[in-house]
């Protein structure tokens, strides 16, 4: 099992799950962050830290959204490792109302 960052990042990038995250499994682009699951640990601390709903187990992934893994996958190993908070990106306030958090 990993966790898995889903298409709501897109767009707000809130940082909030690398600041408790006890590893260095997140990784960003200009868009969003990703999860790298050959370093997750699986221990959750992230998802409830997401303040857009973006982060949720593989296994609770709606058949829709399944791809989300091998995007995850990816895209971790194309982009730089995240070790601290970032500004969220502009709009991102506007994105998490539309989203409805």
Partial sequence: MTYV?????KGCRYTECVTVCPVECFHVDAAMTYIDPE????CGGCAPACPVGAIAPDYRLPAHQKFW???????AAETPVLTAR?????????????LGR
Avoid at 5 to 9: E, G, K, L, Q, Y
Avoid at 39 to 42: A, G, L
């Fill in 86 to 98: 970032l500004p969220p990106l502009p709009g991102a306030d506007d994105r998490r109302q539309a």
């Fill in 39 to 42: 370093n997750c640990i699986d």
């Fill in 5 to 9: 960052v889903t298409d709501n990042c």
């Fill in 69 to 75: 893994i091998d995007v995850n996958r990816k895209r």
